[in-house]
């Protein structure tokens, strides 16, 4: 039984009731509003886990009430079903372009109605957990990743690394080219991590230009060596043949001052759980924070790491 709740928004009392005993009957908890404006005030107060979006309403429509929850930060996120009548067949494509992320029609079945929800809830998940730019792990499953590796007591690594440079790139060329460097990154850490990892071998992306490596001990080394070197001879690849030529880019920096900027380079941070008590994922996120602040102020102007090798009472 799923628990999760559901907030239906509908002016009219016998479809509401309706969908409230049908969802209910599935396991889901359950909760109304009767206009749009009344929809979009409880999604704020109650933070369903979905909504059911009726389009023709008093007050305030539907439509209207989709995007006032698209546009708030609070509620942006949060997955939408349009409902509307089989005659009103405009409604589900207004419905979709203001941000809802299926529709269903009037006269329900309740079959296909708990599935749409369903299967709403279960792609919203999956978004939350991937990048949708590398396809990568996102954050929630790199915080269960080294959660399970802490609690198993086995002995890991934890690899973090992020790029140096790489907002000099994304102003200079544009969010494009920009993210057309994290992919490739993406793919570089990944077959190296296929190549040199065990089958235990984790590979996630934090966001923006900052991955997160679970692996092995033992191959941790090679790992981190092997990225740097290997980035390194990929990274003039990302710039134009110009800026090949002149070895960087000339670019505002934060204060905005101009100044040269050589090519993009990888900082890994390493943290070993070898002589570490560690009992929380906070524990080897914060070393590995610590090993790439200092791999990125030793660089010189190329990929770099370090590894954390100091026991618990060091």
Do not use: W
């Not at 759980?273 to 010189?300: C, I, W």
């Amino acid at each position: 039984m799923s628990g999760d709740l559901v907030l239906i928004v509908d002016d009219d009392e016998d479809i509401r009731m309706f969908l409230d005993v049908t969802l209910n009957l599935a396991g889901y908890e359950v909760a109304q509003a009767v206009d749009g404006a009344d929809g979009v005030q409880k999604a704020l107060e109650m933070h369903p886990a979905i909504v059911l979006m009726d389009v023709m309403m008093p007050r305030m429509d539907g439509i209207t009430a989709i995007r006032r929850l698209r546009m708030d930060g609070r509620t942006s996120h949060l997955p939408i079903i349009v409902v509307t009548a089989k005659a009103q067949g405009d409604d589900k494509i207004s419905g979709l372009a203001a941000g809802a992320d299926d529709y269903i029609t009037k006269p329900f079945d309740p079959d296909e109605l708990v599935a749409r929800v369903q299967s709403t809830l279960r792609r919203a998940s999956e978004m939350r957990t991937v990048s949708p730019l590398t396809g990568l792990p996102g954050n929630t499953r790199i915080d269960q990743e080294i959660t399970r590796r802490v609690d198993d007591g086995k002995p890991f690594a934890l690899l973090y690394a992020d790029l140096n440079h790489f907002k000099a790139v994304n102003d200079h060329y544009g969010f494009m080219r920009g993210d057309d460097v994290i992919r490739r990154a993406a793919e570089l850490i990944v077959d190296i991590a296929n190549e040199y990892g065990g089958p235990d071998t984790f590979v996630g992306h934090i966001g923006g230009d900052d991955f997160v490596l679970v692996v092995d001990s033992e191959g941790a080394e090679q790992i981190a060596e092997t990225i740097c070197t290997r980035f390194d001879e990929v990274a003039p690849s990302f710039y134009d043949e110009s800026d090949r030529t002149m070895g960087g880019i000339h670019v505002a920096d934060r204060q905005g001052q101009m100044r040269d900027y050589g090519f993009v380079s990888v900082s890994i941070g390493v943290a070993m759980s070898e002589g570490r008590d560690f009992t929380h994922p906070s524990q080897p996120v914060a070393l590995a924070t610590e090993m790439k602040s200092y791999a990125k102020n030793t660089s010189n102007g190329e990929s770099n790491f370090a590894i954390d090798r100091r026991a618990s009472d060091e």
